[in-house]
């Protein structure tokens, strides 16, 4: 599960921006195509917030939707995976507009 | 410290240093305005970090190493049990006469593999990753230490095998080479996307007991360039040797993309 290593670095990022202060909220941009469960983020945030500056901070999760562009017909259109077709011409080569996000947006300090 | 990577690791040496490194920290701004909750006074501050920003750091790190010493590296991913180490072990005492290969075994635990990569002469360094599901780019920050860079063609980097983890974690390698045996599901691509439409090469293992499964490989193929339409793809079977010349064409070829291969 290697959303642990992903939320020590939520933590790891959240200390140093925080300079020492509380941190009572965090929140985080997932894409869809991030590879990353938010379900699993949850699961471990607790657990590895524990005696840091975001014991018992509250966590958001921004869910950004993958968004891809097909470069056969150029339509723009909304994925959960990679291999979704182009509902419009049917084709797999698409580039990626968004869905792949993985950050620490924003928080809020004591 | 380490002044490669800035961690604290003690291994090696521990002095002094009269400067400051580049630790990372975040790039922030406080907004103007405060919120107050439950009468405690707050403020919303902005991060905009991205989380993998430390290890594609360190992985930029390894790669332009990699590129200045002429290292082709290649990072091979697969769930357990494709065949990645015999893969591995065919391919070295084949090539090993004519090209100089490091190996780096990643599992959480034995050092099983690097005793059959030593076996066949290479060097090869084991990193355990205890109950981490993956390599990243600090181990093989760490793990290359051990090797000649100098006198390498290849860096052959056996992550640990799962068909997830690992996806998300740039080592600093030039390409990732995802192993699929026919023994498993043909679905496989469409059911862990991020791997297959991370890695550019799919090396389709033990294509020898075709003839005794169900295994569609076309429909596999299919599937893996929906997620990856560039996908490049090899039949081999490590056993028979069949395909592996392919594989092997392909190799060389990389290592003479190298900057300082004289070719």
Not at chain 2, 197 to 222: R, S, Y
């Amino acid at each position: 599960m290697h959303e642990l290593s992903i939320v020590q670095g939520v933590v790891e990022i959240c200390e140093s921006a925080a300079a020492g202060k509380r941190v009572l909220a965090v929140v985080m941009e997932i894409g869809a195509l991030s590879n990353v469960m938010p379900d699993a983020i949850e699961f471990c945030f607790e657990a590895c917030t524990k005696e840091t500056l975001l014991d018992g901070a509250r966590l958001v999760i921004d869910r950004i939707p993958g968004k891809v562009h097909c470069r056969k017909c150029a339509a723009e259109f909304t994925v959960k995976a990679y291999y979704e077709k182009c509902p419009v011409c049917g084709g797999y080569k698409v580039d990626i507009l968004s869905g792949e996000e993985l950050r620490v947006k924003e928080m809020e300090v004591e | 410290m380490c002044t490669t990577c800035g961690c604290g690791t003690e291994e090696n040496h521990s002095h002094e240093h009269g400067h400051d490194h580049g630790h990372d920290h975040s790039h922030q701004h406080e907004r103007k305005h405060d919120h107050h909750h439950n009468g405690v006074a707050s403020k919303t501050i902005s991060v905009e970090t991205d989380i993998l920003a430390k290890n594609n750091r360190l992985a930029a790190g390894n790669r332009a190493l990699f590129d200045q010493k002429g290292v082709f590296v290649l990072n091979l991913v697969s769930s357990p049990g494709s065949g990645k180490t015999t893969i591995l072990e065919k391919t070295l005492r084949d090539l090993n006469e004519k090209l100089s290969f490091a190996v780096i075994e990643g599992d959480q635990q034995t050092d099983n593999d690097a005793v059959r990569i030593a076996a066949t002469g290479v060097p090869v360094k084991q990193v355990n990753t205890g109950a981490g599901c993956h390599l990243d780019a600090h181990m093989i920050c760490h793990a290359m230490d051990d090797f000649d860079l100098d006198n390498l063609d290849i860096l052959m980097i056996e992550n640990v095998g799962n068909l997830v983890c690992p996806a998300t974690f740039d080592l600093g390698e030039n390409h990732k080479v995802v192993v699929l045996s026919v023994t498993e599901g043909e679905d496989k691509p469409l059911k862990y996307p991020s791997m297959f439409h991370n890695a550019d090469v799919m090396l389709l293992n033990k294509v020898d007991l075709l003839p005794h499964l169900d295994f569609d490989a076309e429909k596999c193929k299919e599937f893996a360039r929906r997620v990856n339409p560039g996908i490049r793809i090899f039949d081999v079977s490590s056993k028979s040797g069949k395909g592996m010349d392919a594989w092997y064409e392909w190799l060389a070829a990389g290592t003479r993309k190298q900057p300082d291969s004289g070719v």
